[in-house]
């Protein structure tokens, strides 16, 4: 098993929306474990999206747990409102939907402000165009790839052709982020979204509700990228 960080082909991040939450500790330490990249813990309102997850204090339980980074996705509104307390309970990548930010760029500044890798994702129905004026201050963008609320969803083919557009953009004025796919990703679909450019491959279902171990199955999607 290559240590974390050494693998050829994407990161990956596990997303513990489709773990078992009474057993949070060891599903987290199973993709530790089974060398997961990233912890990718998603926050839901009832609001932004019509599905309510976990908050704050589940962040702080995740950080007790793992150095590997924390992925936080907020998928809620007002996100400028809570950005601190997630950074504080342990964040190390914190995440805002473009569509929840009436001010985005002084949310984004806000995120590098408390010491966070600053993401910004894009709802399918969000075109690439956004990003124009904002690329610049971005570590991460999160292209979903379904549209957010749920896991076990299918991946939406249209994404691919955005992630091309997204990676051709950011290549231009910041080359250095990265893409995040989060949504319907499996060992199957992985190579095709890798190869349009996404560096971190987000999955719930493939990795915590497959019929294999979470090791087994981040080691299906290690398999895809050995040549
Ligand atoms: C969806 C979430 C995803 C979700 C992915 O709104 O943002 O991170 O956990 O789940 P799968 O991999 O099952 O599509
Ligand atoms: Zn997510």
């Not at 930010?101 to 690439?128: D, F, K």
Request: charged content about 20%; some cysteine; hydrophobic content about 45%.
């Amino acid at each position: 098993m290559p240590e974390n960080g050494q693998h050829s082909g994407p990161r990956l991040a596990p997303s513990i929306l489709a773990a078992d939450l009474g057993h949070l500790e060891d599903e987290i330490r199973a993709a530790v474990d089974g060398g997961a990249d990233y912890v990718h813990i998603d926050v839901m309102d009832g609001r932004f999206v019509p599905n309510i997850s976990i908050g704050v204090p589940v962040v702080e339980a995740a950080r007790r747990v793992t150095t590997l980074p924390l992925d936080v996705h907020l998928m809620i509104v007002e996100p400028e409102r809570y950005i601190e307390r997630f950074a504080e309970a342990g964040a190390d990548l914190l995440t805002v939907q473009v569509e929840a930010c009436v001010h985005v760029h002084r949310t984004l500044q806000q995120i590098r402000e408390v010491g966070c890798q600053v993401g910004l994702a894009l709802n399918p129905g969000t075109p690439v165009c956004v990003l124009e004026e904002i690329a610049s201050l971005l570590d991460v963008v999160l292209v979903m790839s379904v549209n957010p609320g749920f896991g076990g969803q299918s991946f939406i083919p249209t994404s691919l052709r955005k992630i091309q557009r997204v990676r051709e953009l950011l290549d231009a004025v910041n080359p250095e982020a990265l893409i995040e796919v989060d949504g319907g990703i499996k060992p199957e679909n992985a190579r095709e979204v890798w190869q349009a450019g996404a560096g971190i491959l987000v999955a719930g279902t493939a990795i915590y509700s497959s019929d294999r171990s979470v090791a087994e199955s981040i080691d299906a999607f290690r398999a895809v990228f050995v040549d």
